[in-house]
């Protein structure tokens, strides 16, 4: 099992950040304040902040950040890139202070999806007060949800993510747009914490960096009045309400200011790992989930 606890958060950059505020705020109900060196925090539990947003020319997805236990895992973990010749950058006090950690460093997977590994969050004490009223996301331990990455050298980054920093496969699926042709793998990946899966890889690139990231909210109430909010303040929609067959999410998903997806979800599985059998499915999901919603609405 990777010493890895749980995606701590992501960094997205955008050309303008009141873009990303305004969504944040009235779309999904977290708070935002300014980050330390520039930037916006995005806020949706008790820590600081989940989501960074930084300035940028291009609107796309720059990092995952990944919390390591403590000092001595965070050293084991080094220790463990230097053996396997894996480069890395240890990061500048502004950085980790920006960042909001003890320290950090910074890789890069074999198809150039940057990784910020870390330690020792700061913890502000200050609650979560959603703008919207959502009572609260489903976090802790087990990060901030869940990040889905391209990854067209698949074989390579497989390897990297299990081999290196020591993720797991929950599940796989083989996913054929034409049942004639090749298949396009996806990886469901876990770490140390009982969400389904905190990482999955796509064989495939895409313009933003990120297929997409999840967050979890506690009830399906809660996924509907986003819904509406969606609707509210025109933002596109990428995939109708659906459940997944894998994890059991009810979610749907819509665009983020930065061009990737986010999926707004509610009942994700929770996983005893020692119980837990890896699968291959056949099926995105049990219902629901229509990915081409997007483009209909693009048309209509």
């Not at 050293?75 to 230097?82: A, G, I, K, Y």
């Not at 837990?276 to 219902?287: G, K, L, Q, R």
Request: negative net charge.
């Amino acid at each position: 099992m990777s010493d890895i606890r749980a995606l701590s958060y992501f960094v997205a950059q955008i050309d303008d950040l009141q873009k990303w505020r305004d969504y944040a705020e009235k779309v999904l109900g977290m708070m935002t304040s300014e980050a330390p060196g520039g930037g916006l925090y995005v806020k949706m539990d008790d820590r600081p902040f989940r989501m960074l947003v930084v300035q940028g020319n291009s609107d796309r997805y720059v990092a995952s950040g990944w919390e390591l236990a403590g000092k001595r895992a965070f050293d084991d973990m080094l220790e463990q890139l230097r053996t396997k010749h894996i480069a890395f950058e240890q990061q500048s006090p502004e950085f980790c202070r920006q960042r909001g950690v003890n320290e950090a460093v910074v890789l890069h997977d074999p198809c150039g999806n940057r990784h910020e590994l870390t330690w020792g969050y700061l913890s502000d004490c200050a609650p979560f007060i959603s703008p919207q009223g959502v009572p609260r996301f489903l976090t802790g331990d087990m990060g901030l949800g869940h990040t889905v990455l391209p990854a067209p050298d698949f074989d390579a980054c497989a390897s990297f993510y299990r081999d290196v920093l020591g993720f797991e496969i929950s599940d796989i699926f083989n996913f054929r747009p034409d049942p004639s042709g090749p298949a396009i793998r996806i990886h469901f990946m876990h770490c140390a914490n009982a969400r389904h899966h905190s990482l999955a890889i796509a064989e495939y690139d895409v313009p933003s960096k990120c297929v997409h990231v999840m967050v979890e909210v506690d009830s399906m109430t809660e996924v509907g009045r986003a819904h509406d909010r969606r609707v509210a303040h025109q933002v596109p929609l990428s995939a109708t309400l659906g459940q997944h067959l894998n994890d059991r999410m009810t979610s749907f998903y819509m665009k983020t200011p930065s061009g990737f997806d986010l999926e707004y979800g509610w009942g994700g599985l929770q996983v005893d790992w020692d119980k837990h059998t890896a699968f291959e499915f056949t099926n995105v999901s049990i219902w629901g989930h229509d990915f081409g919603a997007g483009q209909q609405e693009e048309q209509a």
